[in-house]
């Protein structure tokens, strides 16, 4: 029988009182129950708009079907016909701008919980299925990967089910790219993603770590001297931005790619870690993304009072919503119509405050988007021993510079179609943040699946010839 209920099942979560000061994961999940009732939520429109509005058209309503009748292991297929990372996706996709946007079950109420079904398929195979995953037999061709985040992950797992040899080279020590060093433990346990990383190895797919594209080996060495077919650079939007204020050179003063690395990676936050990372007791965090989101909560589990900064107002958060939501909870502040100027050191270098000024918006232009603007005189200063800025990120420049006939666009990002991701280097493709800047998994993941059936048509077609 349907369930009409215009809510979704809530997802179970620590108490904002407990989990802001422990990094054990926020959500909890659905329970078998709970995720039938969710279920049954769905409609199962003729049409399916919710895989329309879904980066690598997982078949939604298919596998939400088969969870209404108790079909966990048929409804995981399902997904991972389309998705190498499901359990990944699950938790961290913006569901509700992608596939619960398109919902129609949202339109007079919540759409249903697409993004939380899927965690739990995710979560039910990997602790009970006990088999392997078959290797298919070799078709004789190397494809490169560079980069182990979710596009490099995306198009490794595609093209080893077809058969292609497939290295991965992934310039830190851990394979998983942004999924490890950049999201919380609290968001995304890492035991999670090195799951699926373990799912794609057992799909023959070799994962190369400490090798740096461009300095350790180069593209073209791996092309005309290592045999490899095709590359995909995957290599993710890692040389953060800062706002060239004054004091940014301060200490105490952060990126918030080095202040997750540290955390994330390097687990800062035991007490056993040999990584230093500042404990401040006072802490700004200068963005209003995701990134700046999960640097705020790191920050309060590590002990400080922490309090967000943001120049525009809280309807232009470019963060989810559940994510601002979870952060306020957990006794965040939020600044916004906030710009910083300058940030304020003491006599021995440290970060001692930061001086803003307050913005507010004007007039909507043809876009409707509405621009800040400073109020003169509205200087002030926050009390801060620790400043960490999370303002965007670029594509590293190395990868450009050491590879022949590779185009960029003026601010770093590698030229590639967007259908196919195909550069302007014959048998080099890219996708993800190396080619749009910093955005979601999902969309990096996409790009990734849309490269490896370019890069398959392309090795076919060129053998074919031959």
């Not at 004091?247 to 105490?252: A, C, I, R, V, Y």
């Not at 401040?280 to 963005?287: A, D, L, R, T």
């Not at 280097?425 to 998994?441: K, Q």
Request: with cysteine.
């Amino acid at each position: 029988m349907p369930n009409m209920s215009l809510k979704k099942n809530e997802m179970p979560t620590q108490a904002p009182e407990v989990r802001n000061s422990n990094f054990l994961e926020v959500a909890l999940g659905y329970t078998e129950e709970q995720a039938i009732d969710e279920a049954k939520r769905c409609l199962n429109c003729k049409h399916k708009p919710c895989t329309a509005g879904c980066p690598v058209k997982i078949h939604i309503s298919d596998f939400i079907a088969q969870v209404a009748e108790g079909n966990f292991e048929e409804a995981y297929r399902i997904i991972s016909q389309s998705s190498s990372l499901p359990a990944v996706c699950g938790r961290v996709c913006p569901q509700e701008t992608q596939c619960e946007k398109m919902c129609v079950r949202g339109v007079k109420g919540e759409p249903v919980g697409i993004g939380r079904l899927e965690r739990f398929v995710a979560d039910y195979h990997n602790s009970h299925c006990t088999t392997s995953v078959v290797k298919p037999e070799s078709n004789g061709h190397k494809v490169a990967i560079i980069g182990s985040g979710p596009s490099g992950l995306a198009c490794a797992g595609d093209l080893a089910k077809k058969g292609y040899d497939v290295t991965v080279f992934e310039a830190l020590h851990l394979a998983g790219g942004v999924l490890v060093y950049g999201i919380p433990e609290f968001r995304l346990p890492k035991t999670i993603v090195q799951k699926e990383i373990d799912t794609l190895k057992e799909l023959g797919v070799e994962i190369d770590t400490n090798v740096v594209i461009g300095k350790t080996i180069s593209i073209d060495e791996l092309m005309e001297e290592y045999g490899y077919d095709a590359v995909f650079i995957g290599s993710g939007a890692g040389l953060p931005r800062f706002m060239n204020i004054p004091g940014e050179s301060l200490n105490g003063v952060y990126s918030a790619n080095e202040f997750l690395t540290r955390v994330n990676l390097m687990k800062a936050y035991k007490p056993d870690s040999t990584t230093p990372i500042q404990h401040g007791k006072k802490v700004v965090v200068v963005g209003g993304g995701n990134v700046a989101m999960d640097a705020a909560r790191c920050a309060k589990r590590l002990g400080a009072d922490v309090t967000i900064v943001y120049r525009l107002a809280m309807e232009e958060l470019p963060a989810r919503k559940e994510e601002v939501e979870h952060a306020m909870e957990e006794g965040i502040e939020f600044k916004l119509l906030t710009n910083p100027v300058s940030i304020e050191g003491n006599a021995d270098g440290w970060v001692d405050g930061i001086t803003c000024q307050v913005m507010e918006l004007c007039e909507p232009d043809a876009s409707g988007r509405r621009s800040p603007k400073a109020v003169q005189g509205s200087e002030f200063t926050i009390d801060a021993d620790c400043v960490i800025m999370a303002i965007g990120t670029s594509p590293n420049p190395l990868i450009k510079s050491t590879t022949k006939g590779l185009e960029t666009q003026r601010w770093g990002g590698i030229v590639a179609d967007d259908e196919t991701g195909k550069t302007s280097r014959e048998g080099v493709y890219a996708g993800g943040d190396a080619v749009t800047g910093a955005a979601t998994v999902i969309l990096a993941m996409g790009a990734g699946k849309n490269a490896a059936a370019a890069i398959d048509r392309y090795i076919s077609e060129k053998y074919a010839e031959n």
